[in-house]
DNA sequence: TCATTTTGTGCGTTATACTGTATATTTTTT
DNA sequence: AAAAAATATACAGTATAACGCACAAAATGA
C-alpha cells in the first residue's frame, strides 16, 4: 500500500475531478461500489486488476494513465514509508527509490551495508551499467575480476553484464546510491 | 476474476517462459512469492494494483504488457462467463462483450431488454455513435426527438449525443448488439 | 532404475479488498 | 438561517489476496 496505489488515487482523483463526477456518478459507469472508489482515491486501498479495469473500461481511459505517476508531479519518497525491498537484518539493506518504470530509463536505489558484511549479485544482461555513488563509508566492489574501492564521496561506473559483490570491510556502515541503467 | 486477469495470466506466464525463468526466479526478482506466481499465472488470483507493480518493476516490463490482452490472441467471450454489467431482473441485461480498451476504437456491447420494458440512457459526448443490430424481437427506440422501430435482422446507426430510450413494445424477448464508436 | 535436485501445486492463516447500508459533511435552495 | 439535496466517509460483513510451509511432480544425474 504504498507506491502505485498513491498513483492511482491521484489519477484517479484528478480525472473524476475534470470531468466533474461525483462518485456516485463514477459508480454508476464503472460498476465499482462508491465505497471502494473512495478508499481508492483517498490511498487507502490497493485496488486489484479487476477493479482497475472497470474502472478504465467504465471511464474509457488508458490503463497507464492511472498507475503512472503524472511525469509533472513532484515525488517524494520516504525512507521511512519505504520497506527495504531485499534485506537481511544486520547484513544489508536495498531500497528501491525509483525502481523501474516504462517512461524512465534508469532505476534508483539506495543500498546500506553492514561492518563486514557483503551482497552478492548476478549479472543484468547485456549493456546494463550501475553509477554508485558511496554517501557513507567504504565501499569494495568486484566486478569484472577486479576489485575497487570507492570511498565515501566517490562514485563509479561499471557495466554490470557479469556478476559482481558489494563489500563492506571497514567498522563503520556502508552506504550508496545506485543508479542503473541499460543501453 | 475473469477478464483481466486471464491476460495477466497468459502475459506473466509467456515472459518468464521466454526468460526461461522458473517460479522461484521470479519470486526472487520481483518480492511476490511464489504461491502467489503460481496463483497469478493460473488465473485463480486477482492481483492488486501493488502486486502488478512488483512484477512489471522487477520483470522491466510495462504495465500494459501485462494487462493488454495480446492483439495476436483470439479472444473468446462466454456470454455463461459474463455477468451482466447492468441488469434489473425481469427487465433488462447489458453485457459487455469487448468494453472500452485503449487499443481499440469502438465497444461491443449485447443488450437483452424483456417484453414491455424499457432502458434510458443518458448522452455519451460529442461524436459518439451506436450501430444497433437487432437478433430479435422489434426495438422501438427513441432518439434526436424521434421514434424509430427496427425490427428482428435490421440495423440502425445513430449519434449517441443526447439521451436516447431503448424499448420493447412487444411481447417477445429483445436482444440488439451494439457497437459504441467515437469521432 | 533409483536418488537427487529442481520446479510447481496445495493448504492453512492473516490481512484486507469490496460491497451495501448508515452516517456525516458539504452544497444548494428557500 | 434552516431545510433539502447532493456528495463523501464510516462501519460491519464476506470473500479472497498474499504469504510461508509442506508436499507433489518433473527433470536431472548417477
Redesign the pocket.
Known amino acids: 500500500?504504498e507506491y502505485i496505489s498513491q498513483n492511482v488515487a491521484r489519477n484517479l482523483k484528478r480525472v473524476r475531478k475534470t470531468r466533474k463526477m461525483?462518485?456516485?456518478d463514477v459508480a454508476e459507469q464503472t460498476?465499482?461500489?462508491?465505497?471502494?472508489l473512495?478508499?481508492i482515491?483517498?490511498g487507502?486501498?490497493?485496488?486489484?486488476v479487476?477493479?482497475l479495469g472497470k474502472i478504465v473500461s467504465g471511464l474509457r481511459i488508458p490503463f497507464t494513465s492511472l498507475v503512472n505517476s503524472a511525469n509533472t508531479d513532484i515525488i517524494i519518497v520516504n525512507k521511512e514509508s519505504l520497506l527495504p525491498f531485499k534485506s537481511v537484518e544486520g547484513e544489508y539493506q536495498f531500497y528501491e527509490y525509483f525502481p523501474y518504470e516504462e517512461s524512465r530509463t534508469f532505476e534508483i536505489y539506495m543500498m546500506q551495508i553492514h561492518p563486514r558484511a557483503k551482497n552478492c549479485s548476478g549479472g543484468h544482461g547485456e549493456n546494463t551499467f550501475e553509477y554508485l555513488t558511496v554517501i557513507a563509508g567504504i565501499l569494495t566492489l568486484e566486478a569484472e575480476g577486479k576489485i575497487y574501492e570507492i570511498k565515501e564521496g566517490d562514485s563509479i561506473r561499471f557495466p554490470t553484464h557479469g556478476d559482481h559483490i558489494y563489500s563492506n570491510n571497514t567498522d563503520e556502515i556502508l552506504k550508496f546510491v545506485i543508479t542503473f541503467t541499460w543501453n
Not at 460498476?31 to 471502494?36: D, R, T
Not at 487507502?44 to 486489484?48: D, F, H, K, L, V
Request: aromatic share 0%; charged share 30%.
Open positions: 500500500m461525483s462518485l456516485d460498476g465499482v461500489s462508491k465505497s471502494m473512495g478508499q482515491e483517498r487507502e486501498s490497493n485496488p486489484t479487476e477493479t
